[in-house]
Protein backbone atom coordinates (compact mmCIF):
# COMPACT_ATOMS: atom_id res chain seq x y z
CA UNK A 1 0.00 0.00 0.00
CA UNK A 2 1.67 3.52 -1.04
CA UNK A 3 0.32 7.35 -1.61
CA UNK A 4 -1.42 7.83 -5.22
CA UNK A 5 0.28 10.48 -6.75
CA UNK A 6 -3.05 12.09 -7.42
CA UNK A 7 -5.53 11.47 -4.99
CA UNK A 8 -2.93 11.52 -2.52
CA UNK A 9 -4.86 8.09 -0.14
CA UNK A 10 -3.33 4.97 0.54
CA UNK A 11 -4.08 2.72 -2.00
CA UNK A 12 -2.39 -0.16 -3.62
CA UNK A 13 -1.23 0.98 -6.44
CA UNK A 14 -0.96 -0.18 -10.29
CA UNK A 15 1.53 -0.15 -12.80
CA UNK A 16 0.41 3.14 -14.70
CA UNK A 17 2.23 4.54 -18.47
CA UNK A 18 3.58 8.12 -18.61
CA UNK A 19 3.28 7.70 -22.02
CA UNK A 20 -0.76 5.92 -22.72
CA UNK A 21 -0.26 2.40 -24.13
CA UNK A 22 -2.46 3.16 -27.36
CA UNK A 23 0.67 5.03 -28.27
CA UNK A 24 3.19 2.65 -27.84
CA UNK A 25 0.44 -0.62 -29.54
CA UNK A 26 0.41 2.04 -32.61
CA UNK A 27 3.95 2.26 -32.93
CA UNK A 28 4.61 -1.67 -32.61
CA UNK A 29 1.48 -2.11 -35.23
CA UNK A 30 3.34 -0.04 -37.90
CA UNK A 31 6.67 -1.10 -37.28
CA UNK A 32 9.25 -2.98 -39.62
CA UNK A 33 9.77 -5.11 -36.57
CA UNK A 34 7.15 -5.37 -34.19
CA UNK A 35 9.56 -3.98 -31.43
CA UNK A 36 10.04 -0.86 -29.40
CA UNK A 37 13.30 0.42 -29.29
CA UNK A 38 13.55 3.87 -26.91
CA UNK A 39 16.46 6.22 -27.37
CA UNK A 40 18.12 5.93 -23.50
CA UNK A 41 18.69 2.33 -24.58
CA UNK A 42 18.57 1.73 -28.12
CA UNK A 43 20.37 -1.67 -28.05
CA UNK A 44 17.35 -3.27 -26.26
CA UNK A 45 14.19 -4.30 -27.60
CA UNK A 46 11.20 -4.10 -25.36
CA UNK A 47 7.36 -5.09 -25.91
CA UNK A 48 5.89 -2.33 -23.99
CA UNK A 49 6.43 1.13 -22.51
CA UNK A 50 7.58 1.55 -19.11
CA UNK A 51 5.24 1.51 -16.09
CA UNK A 52 5.74 2.98 -12.73
CA UNK A 53 3.68 2.64 -9.26
CA UNK A 54 2.57 6.03 -9.49
CA UNK A 55 -1.59 5.91 -9.63
CA UNK A 56 -4.08 3.62 -7.78
CA UNK A 57 -6.56 1.76 -9.57
CA UNK A 58 -9.47 4.65 -9.52
CA UNK A 59 -7.15 7.48 -10.44
CA UNK A 60 -5.98 4.85 -13.66
CA UNK A 61 -9.51 4.32 -14.54
CA UNK A 62 -9.55 8.91 -14.46
CA UNK A 63 -6.90 9.23 -17.26
CA UNK A 64 -7.91 5.97 -19.24
CA UNK A 65 -11.30 7.78 -19.73
CA UNK A 66 -9.38 10.59 -21.34
CA UNK A 67 -7.26 8.53 -22.95
CA UNK A 68 -9.93 6.52 -24.61
CA UNK A 69 -11.67 9.98 -25.60
CA UNK A 70 -8.52 11.42 -27.43
CA UNK A 71 -7.24 7.99 -29.31
CA UNK A 72 -10.52 7.68 -30.81
CA UNK A 73 -11.40 11.18 -32.02
CA UNK A 74 -7.92 12.57 -32.41
CA UNK A 75 -4.78 9.64 -32.25
CA UNK A 76 -6.10 7.23 -34.20
CA UNK A 77 -8.08 9.57 -37.45
CA UNK A 78 -4.70 11.31 -37.34
CA UNK A 79 -2.39 8.46 -37.76
CA UNK A 80 -4.73 5.83 -39.63
CA UNK A 81 -6.98 8.13 -41.77
CA UNK A 82 -4.73 11.44 -42.33
CA UNK A 83 -1.39 10.25 -42.23
CA UNK A 84 -0.27 7.88 -45.01
CA UNK A 85 2.97 5.07 -44.73
CA UNK A 86 5.33 7.89 -45.58
CA UNK A 87 3.82 10.45 -42.46
CA UNK A 88 2.59 12.51 -45.00
CA UNK A 89 -0.44 14.46 -44.29
CA UNK A 90 -3.42 13.71 -46.56
CA UNK A 91 -6.13 15.75 -45.95
CA UNK A 92 -8.40 13.97 -45.09
CA UNK A 93 -9.21 14.91 -41.68
CA UNK A 94 -9.02 18.81 -42.37
CA UNK A 95 -9.89 19.50 -38.29
CA UNK A 96 -10.95 17.80 -35.04
CA UNK A 97 -14.12 19.32 -32.85
CA UNK A 98 -13.10 18.62 -29.14
CA UNK A 99 -14.81 19.63 -25.89
CA UNK A 100 -12.70 19.93 -22.27
CA UNK A 101 -11.72 16.11 -22.17
CA UNK A 102 -8.72 17.38 -24.66
CA UNK A 103 -7.80 19.55 -22.26
CA UNK A 104 -8.04 17.16 -19.43
CA UNK A 105 -6.02 14.29 -21.52
CA UNK A 106 -2.93 16.56 -22.44
CA UNK A 107 -2.60 18.08 -18.14
CA UNK A 108 -3.01 14.38 -17.46
CA UNK A 109 0.07 13.78 -19.78
CA UNK A 110 2.00 16.64 -18.74
CA UNK A 111 1.31 16.43 -15.19
CA UNK A 112 2.82 12.68 -15.20
CA UNK A 113 5.99 13.89 -17.15
CA UNK A 114 6.45 17.03 -14.54
CA UNK A 115 5.84 14.74 -11.28
CA UNK A 116 7.73 11.69 -12.93
CA UNK A 117 10.88 14.07 -13.59
CA UNK A 118 13.95 14.07 -11.17
CA UNK A 119 15.70 17.88 -11.37
CA UNK A 120 19.37 17.86 -10.16
CA UNK A 121 21.61 20.77 -10.08
CA UNK A 122 22.95 19.58 -13.10
CA UNK A 123 20.28 20.78 -15.04
CA UNK A 124 21.09 24.59 -13.89
CA UNK A 125 17.43 25.24 -13.16
CA UNK A 126 16.86 28.74 -11.24
CA UNK A 127 15.06 27.72 -7.55
CA UNK A 128 12.08 29.96 -8.80
CA UNK A 129 11.34 27.76 -11.48
CA UNK A 130 11.33 24.96 -10.17
CA UNK A 131 9.21 26.20 -7.06
CA UNK A 132 6.66 27.55 -10.17
CA UNK A 133 6.79 24.23 -11.92
CA UNK A 134 5.82 22.19 -8.68
CA UNK A 135 2.87 25.12 -7.87
CA UNK A 136 1.24 24.18 -11.02
CA UNK A 137 1.94 20.67 -10.76
CA UNK A 138 0.00 20.96 -7.88
CA UNK A 139 -2.67 22.88 -9.94
CA UNK A 140 -3.13 20.69 -12.55
CA UNK A 141 -3.40 17.18 -9.79
CA UNK A 142 -6.95 19.71 -8.49
CA UNK A 143 -7.83 20.14 -11.62
CA UNK A 144 -7.54 16.93 -12.54
CA UNK A 145 -9.71 15.82 -9.33
CA UNK A 146 -12.45 18.69 -10.47
CA UNK A 147 -11.18 20.36 -7.03
CA UNK A 148 -10.66 23.51 -9.52
CA UNK A 149 -11.96 24.81 -12.47
CA UNK A 150 -8.97 25.78 -14.65
CA UNK A 151 -5.28 24.91 -15.03
CA UNK A 152 -4.30 28.47 -13.89
CA UNK A 153 -3.09 31.53 -16.63
CA UNK A 154 -1.16 28.64 -18.65
CA UNK A 155 -1.61 27.66 -22.20
CA UNK A 156 -1.65 24.29 -23.78
CA UNK A 157 -0.93 23.90 -27.65
CA UNK A 158 -0.97 20.78 -29.77
CA UNK A 159 1.19 20.30 -33.05
CA UNK A 160 0.08 17.82 -35.54
CA UNK A 161 3.48 16.60 -37.37
CA UNK A 162 4.34 14.98 -40.33
CA UNK A 163 7.30 13.66 -42.72
CA UNK A 164 9.69 17.01 -43.86
CA UNK A 165 9.78 15.20 -46.89
CA UNK A 166 6.32 16.64 -47.98
CA UNK A 167 7.60 20.52 -47.09
CA UNK A 168 9.25 23.01 -49.59
CA UNK A 169 11.75 25.31 -48.27
CA UNK A 170 15.31 25.63 -46.91
CA UNK A 171 16.25 23.12 -44.95
CA UNK A 172 18.93 24.11 -42.12
CA UNK A 173 22.56 22.28 -42.09
CA UNK A 174 21.82 22.07 -37.87
CA UNK A 175 18.54 19.49 -38.84
CA UNK A 176 19.50 15.84 -37.77
CA UNK A 177 19.66 13.36 -40.27
CA UNK A 178 16.89 11.60 -38.43
CA UNK A 179 14.38 13.91 -37.67
CA UNK A 180 11.75 12.43 -39.24
CA UNK A 181 12.11 9.49 -36.97
CA UNK A 182 12.05 12.00 -33.88
CA UNK A 183 9.37 13.83 -35.53
CA UNK A 184 6.79 10.16 -36.75
CA UNK A 185 7.86 7.46 -34.64
CA UNK A 186 9.11 9.12 -30.92
CA UNK A 187 7.96 9.55 -27.65
CA UNK A 188 8.85 12.44 -25.48
CA UNK A 189 8.39 14.11 -22.49
CA UNK A 190 10.97 16.77 -20.76
CA UNK A 191 10.64 20.21 -19.14
CA UNK A 192 12.08 23.14 -21.11
CA UNK A 193 13.87 25.95 -20.03
CA UNK A 194 15.67 29.03 -20.53
CA UNK A 195 17.33 31.88 -18.15
CA UNK A 196 13.70 33.06 -18.98
CA UNK A 197 11.79 30.77 -20.05
CA UNK A 198 9.91 27.52 -18.70
CA UNK A 199 7.60 25.13 -20.02
CA UNK A 200 6.23 21.64 -20.41
CA UNK A 201 7.13 19.30 -23.81
CA UNK A 202 5.31 16.35 -24.73
CA UNK A 203 5.36 13.72 -27.62
CA UNK A 204 3.16 10.61 -28.27
CA UNK A 205 4.40 9.60 -32.03
CA UNK A 206 3.41 12.39 -34.94
CA UNK A 207 1.23 14.88 -32.35
CA UNK A 208 3.14 17.18 -29.97
CA UNK A 209 2.06 18.97 -27.05
CA UNK A 210 3.78 22.11 -25.11
CA UNK A 211 2.28 23.88 -21.98
CA UNK A 212 3.78 27.08 -20.97
CA UNK A 213 4.83 27.73 -17.38
CA UNK A 214 6.44 31.12 -17.98
CA UNK A 215 5.64 33.03 -19.62
CA UNK A 216 2.15 32.26 -19.46
CA UNK A 217 1.34 33.32 -23.04
CA UNK A 218 3.22 31.98 -26.08
CA UNK A 219 2.59 34.29 -29.03
CA UNK A 220 1.83 33.80 -32.18
CA UNK A 221 0.27 30.71 -31.85
CA UNK A 222 -3.49 31.14 -31.53
CA UNK A 223 -3.95 28.44 -34.28
CA UNK A 224 -2.22 25.42 -32.20
CA UNK A 225 -4.13 26.77 -28.25
CA UNK A 226 -6.26 24.12 -26.39
CA UNK A 227 -9.25 25.72 -24.73
CA UNK A 228 -12.48 24.43 -23.08
CA UNK A 229 -14.17 23.73 -26.56
CA UNK A 230 -13.89 24.27 -30.11
CA UNK A 231 -12.44 22.80 -33.69
CA UNK A 232 -8.51 22.18 -33.90
CA UNK A 233 -6.95 21.97 -37.21
CA UNK A 234 -4.37 19.42 -38.43
CA UNK A 235 -2.88 21.87 -40.99
CA UNK A 236 -0.87 24.38 -39.06
CA UNK A 237 1.15 27.08 -39.94
CA UNK A 238 3.75 27.17 -37.11
CA UNK A 239 4.91 30.96 -36.70
CA UNK A 240 6.26 31.02 -33.14
CA UNK A 241 10.15 30.31 -33.76
CA UNK A 242 10.94 29.69 -30.65
CA UNK A 243 8.41 26.19 -30.56
CA UNK A 244 9.40 25.61 -34.58
CA UNK A 245 13.15 25.57 -33.26
CA UNK A 246 12.50 23.13 -30.60
CA UNK A 247 10.24 20.91 -32.44
CA UNK A 248 12.49 20.40 -35.63
CA UNK A 249 16.03 21.25 -34.52
CA UNK A 250 17.33 21.45 -31.06
CA UNK A 251 14.95 18.21 -29.78
CA UNK A 252 15.72 15.86 -32.17
CA UNK A 253 19.39 16.74 -31.84
CA UNK A 254 19.40 16.54 -28.26
CA UNK A 255 17.38 13.04 -28.23
CA UNK A 256 18.93 11.56 -31.68
CA UNK A 257 22.47 12.49 -31.80
CA UNK A 258 23.49 10.09 -29.63
CA UNK A 259 21.47 7.15 -30.67
CA UNK A 260 23.48 3.98 -32.56
CA UNK A 261 23.32 0.54 -32.95
CA UNK A 262 25.58 -2.26 -31.55
CA UNK A 263 26.70 -4.15 -34.29
CA UNK A 264 25.10 -6.75 -32.58
CA UNK A 265 21.75 -4.91 -32.92
CA UNK A 266 22.69 -4.03 -36.11
CA UNK A 267 22.60 -7.83 -37.05
CA UNK A 268 19.49 -8.55 -35.39
CA UNK A 269 17.81 -5.75 -36.95
CA UNK A 270 18.63 -6.30 -40.20
CA UNK A 271 17.27 -10.38 -40.09
CA UNK A 272 14.17 -9.45 -38.55
CA UNK A 273 13.86 -7.05 -41.60
CA UNK A 274 14.68 -9.99 -43.61
CA UNK A 275 12.31 -12.82 -42.35
CA UNK A 276 9.40 -10.23 -42.44
CA UNK A 277 10.27 -8.32 -45.85
CA UNK A 278 6.42 -8.09 -46.85
CA UNK A 279 5.79 -6.16 -43.28
CA UNK A 280 8.86 -4.41 -43.26
CA UNK A 281 8.20 -2.80 -46.51
CA UNK A 282 4.99 -1.56 -46.29
CA UNK A 283 5.49 -0.32 -42.81
CA UNK A 284 5.82 3.31 -41.50
CA UNK A 285 8.97 2.73 -39.81
CA UNK A 286 11.29 1.67 -42.85
CA UNK A 287 9.30 4.19 -44.89
CA UNK A 288 10.51 6.74 -43.18
CA UNK A 289 14.05 5.62 -42.67
CA UNK A 290 13.52 6.19 -46.34
CA UNK A 291 12.59 10.00 -46.05
CA UNK A 292 15.18 10.52 -43.64
CA UNK A 293 17.83 8.99 -46.42
CA UNK A 294 16.22 11.73 -48.43
CA UNK A 295 17.14 14.67 -45.99
CA UNK A 296 20.38 13.57 -45.69
CA UNK A 297 21.17 13.99 -49.27
CA UNK A 298 19.36 17.25 -49.90
CA UNK A 299 21.38 18.42 -46.66
CA UNK A 300 24.78 17.70 -49.08
CA UNK A 301 23.16 20.01 -51.30
CA UNK A 302 22.76 23.43 -49.18
Known amino acids: MSKCALCRNTKELVGSHIIPAFVYRWIKETSATGYLRFSKNINQRYQDGTKIKLLCLDCEKRFNTYETLFSNNIFYPYVNEELNLEGIAQGKVKSIKYTDWLLRFVISLQWRISVTSKITSADNIAEDFIELRDEITERWRRYLLNEVESTGECETHIYFLQNLVAGSGHLPSTINDRVNFYLLRSTDGTLVYSHKKLGLFSKIGPIAFFTTLKPKKLVDSEDTRIKLKGVIKTAQRLHNSTIVDFIFITRPNEVMSNVKYSEKQNKK??????????????????????????????????
Open 269 to 302: VKETLMNNLDKASTSMTFNVIESDFVIKELKKRT
